[in-house]
């Protein structure tokens, strides 16, 4: 009952604290403050000791407890060499770093970080300081964090709290919370318990679809009792049912979110290639633009990441867009109808572009934040969780898409670029002034390219070697989707997103790619000119 | 197309110095560096590259090496496995270099291997590997797999509790060898087949939903569960960032990479990895003051506040200083004499220890547990008590098992086998052989 008391004290401590924080420190000069001995403690304890010294300070009472704690754990707190005063360090980054008093809040300046001993904490202590910090936001009035604080329990239940939160089970709480604290006991019970509570927690556990769960079940399949073994082994079997589901459908996912990474990276190359037969080795190097657009914005506003990435989306699209002008004007409207030589010439450029921003930004890739909105997951159920990025990922592409079909049925540039890719000559004796269309179309799907790498920033690194990584994939999309189609490369970079993703868990990552790029082969041969061919005579040309 | 430049960074420092005038007119030492500025290992490499030629700034400032000055020969192999060899050529036979550092990958490093042999050149090489190897003509200053791996693995499971493994990794011979050895060190301390997955990714993968999700799958099994990761280089990135997006935490699946370190987390968001684990032989945040004085004086020399540290840079500090000692004691800059040498000299480490070149021709390191912090640093979690000697061939795989590198005389051999009593035939010639 002891931790129970400190804890209620604390939830009503916590609400003293932005008092407290205006108010005068509440100890005198005079007066010994009690925080000191608790983080001298903590700082002095050895692994052995660790549990026993956070325990003080949470039995403490002390409204300061859980900023002591959460700077713990966030390895924030250190101890100055010299005098032994235990300090939250604020900024750690650098050769002198800044530092505050954790007794009064009060920042101490900038010190050498020389100066500064790290009180130390691994991942051990970690997890256990997080069961004792969720445990206190359980008592928290805001439902979001006792939500977040109840899905931290998930297997960080043990013998001290159990009393406490079966008291807390006997109030009223919201659903969800109830729910996720009635399945940590439950998996607490089962590792712990008696007989009896062992089967009570196998029928609240059976159906969860919680990791935690299938791993208490599982530990309980492998333990002694053959009757607990037996109902264990049943609850299991019913939940796996309901995981192959669960499986499927995030197969699926994956299967659409890598097929719109491909669609992304390949929609631009569809257009320079597809249309209008520039084979544009560089058309990686665009996308990594589009990404160091990003990067940039970012360190233009620091501070908001997301408004940085929505304000790349124009930015990234501009870049490419103007770099692909300039290769085209200074190299590819030379080459005209000679694909080898164009070939070679974009290789060129592709590894000069590299080696440029190797040489003027850093050979090192550059961290490109995730807006807050961006990370995370969609929860659907214990099994079953969405990746954000890549949920804007595919609605981007889709988005991007269905833009560049309006752009090419609708508007006068996509009639003028479907009459000069289907009879130049004839185009131009209609009035069309055939090269301000190379122009335009290059640059719109140098442009597209720019928006991949904008949100290809989001998933994978941006660094130099960023194009190398997408250009074979896309030529694979355009070429299997049919040249000059962009509806095919949709389809095509979906399908081959699927097949990849359901190959990949039964063959591996290696193979998996090997047997795609085999069946692309094979595919080829069979319908040279992929899946939606060109008909008429646009074809010959 | 290679950018190809002479430092001559002993001109000031012969200004300076009048005391030594007489002694610096001699020939400086040509200290080739054979890293690549250009390509895809340019991101690791070039780094190594600056070190080098800060260490020798230094080393000059203090009047060079028995009154000699060193000079820098940089040549960019530009990550391209062929041309390694023949810029390794170009130093030994063109430039004359009395000793070259570099290489990064392993197969550039088996590239140089018969030219370096050939023409009896040094080579140092600073970049932890899969061991397997001893060449008379190369110091491999980085760690062996006793010197990281298997210390990392005995952490996790004697700290940590871990009973299920995930052996992840690029596709390519050093995952694939290491962690032949982990497979083999596992299953002789009792872990069975069921609790290991292996996993292989190619290249600069870049799509990890469903390894992660398999991962997350394997680890609901009931059993304390880490991955032990070999993936290189780019590959992390987004192999951390889905990890962190499917919601897997460092308290519930640790991840203990032997890839990843400062230069790495430079260009990741670590919020999410804080404590996800790294071994290594050195961490930029090691409390010591020698470790203090070299990063302030790479930050100066990089001009740039946030430049990073990291662990091969600290091997190239230890094996340029072992290189001066051995230099120093022998009196001369011969190969021979430099071979015969520098066999036993003790430099310090960064780390507050003392490195000791062994007579396989790899040395003594301390092995670091670091976990990922919030500002892209590590913190040390664990540290061996002592350091650990290098390890040319490893005890848990088959083939290696019985042989031994000794380089002084009489054995001189790189793969002595103490069962038939034979030395096999050198490093280089065996990377010749595989070659083909």
Known sequence: MGILRSLLSLRLASLLVLLMAIAAPAFSQTEEDPGQALLANLADASPRQMDAAIEAIVNSGDPRARSWLDAFGNNRLSRNKDTGQVVVVLRNVGRDWTIADPLTGENLGEISRRELDRVNINNAIRGKLEGVLAMLDLYSTNPEIQRTAAEAMMGKVNETVIEPLNNLLAQDLPARVRDRLELAVAIYQLEQGDAQAKADAITTLTGSLHSRARAALNNAVAGDDPAIAASAKAALISIEQKLKMNRAAETLYFGLSLGSVLVLAAIGLAITFGVMGVINMAHGELIMLGAYTTWGMQQLLPGQPGLALILSIPAGFMVAALAGIAIERSVIQYLKGRPLETLLATFGISLILQQLVRTVISPLNRSVTTPEWMSGSLVINDALSLTLNRLYVIGFALVVFAGLMLIMRRTRLGLEVRAVTQNRAMARSMGIKATRVDIMTFALGSGVAGLAGVALSQITNVGPNLGQNYIIDSFMVVVFGGVGNLWGTLVAGLTLGTINQILEPWAGAVLAKIMVLVMIILFIQKRPRGLFPQKGRAAEG | ?436
């Open chain 2, 1 to 436: 197309m290679s950018i190809k430049k002479h430092v001559k960074l002993g001109l000031s420092a012969l200004a300076l110095s009048v005391s030594f005038h007489a002694m610096a007119a001699e020939d400086p030492i040509k200290v080739g560096i054979l890293h690549s500025l250009s390509g895809t290992m340019a991101i690791s490499e070039t780094a190594l590259k600056d070190t080098m030629e800060m260490l020798i700034e230094k080393q000059n400032e203090q009047g060079g090496v028995n009154g000699r000055m060193l000079e820098a020969v940089v040549v960019d192999p530009a990550s391209n496995w062929p041309l390694f060899a023949e810029k390794a050529r170009e130093l030994l036979e063109k430039e004359k270099v009395d000793v070259i550092f570099g290489n990064w990958t392993s197969v550039s490093r088996k590239s140089v291997l018969p030219v370096v042999e050939e023409l009896n050149g040094l080579l140092f090489y600073p970049v932890q590997y899969e061991g397997e190897e001893s060449s008379e003509n190369v110091f491999y200053t980085g760690a062996a797999p006793n010197q990281q791996a298997i210390p990392a693995v005995n952490y996790l499971k004697d700290e940590l509790g871990v009973e299920r493994w995930v052996l992840a990794g690029t596709d390519y011979v050093y995952p694939r060898t290491t962690n032949k050895i982990l497979e083999t060190y596992l299953k002789d301390m009792g872990v069975a087949e069921a609790d290991i997955m292996i996993n292989y990714t190619p290249f600069g993968h870049s799509d990890w939903q469903s390894i992660v999700s398999d991962i997350k799958a394997f680890g609901s099994a009931g059993k304390k569960t880490a991955v032990v990761s070999t993936i290189n280089g780019d590959a992390n990135v987004p192999f951390y960032r889905e990890l962190g997006n499917q919601g897997i935490s460092s308290s519930d699946i640790p991840v203990v990479a032997f890839s990843v370190g400062e230069q790495e987390l430079s260009g990741i968001d670590t919020g999410p990895l804080v404590g996800h684990l790294a071994a290594w032989n050195y961490f930029m945040s090691v409390d010591n003051d020698a470790n203090y004085d070299f990063i302030d004086a790479w930050v100066e020399f990089k001009g740039d506040d946030k430049a990073v540290t990291n662990d091969p840079m600290e091997a190239h500090y230890i094996g340029f200083n072992m290189y001066v000692e051995a230099v120093k004691k022998a009196g001369t800059t011969d190969v021979e004499a430099i071979k015969e040498a520098i066999i036993g000299v003790a430099v310090p480490n960064l780390t507050g220890g003392i490195a000791t070149m062994m007579p396989n021709h790899h040395i003594t390191k301390p092995v670091l547990i670091g976990e990922i912090q919030d500002n892209g640093q590590f913190s040390v979690v664990w540290e061996t008590s002592s350091t650990v000697a290098g390890d040319a061939w490893s005890d848990f795989l088959p083939g290696s098992r019985d042989l031994i590198a000794d380089w002084r005389a009489p054995m001189k051999c790189g793969n002595f086998n103490v069962k038939t009593g034979s030395c096999g035939a050198s490093a280089g010639e065996q990377a010749l052989a595989d070659a083909e």
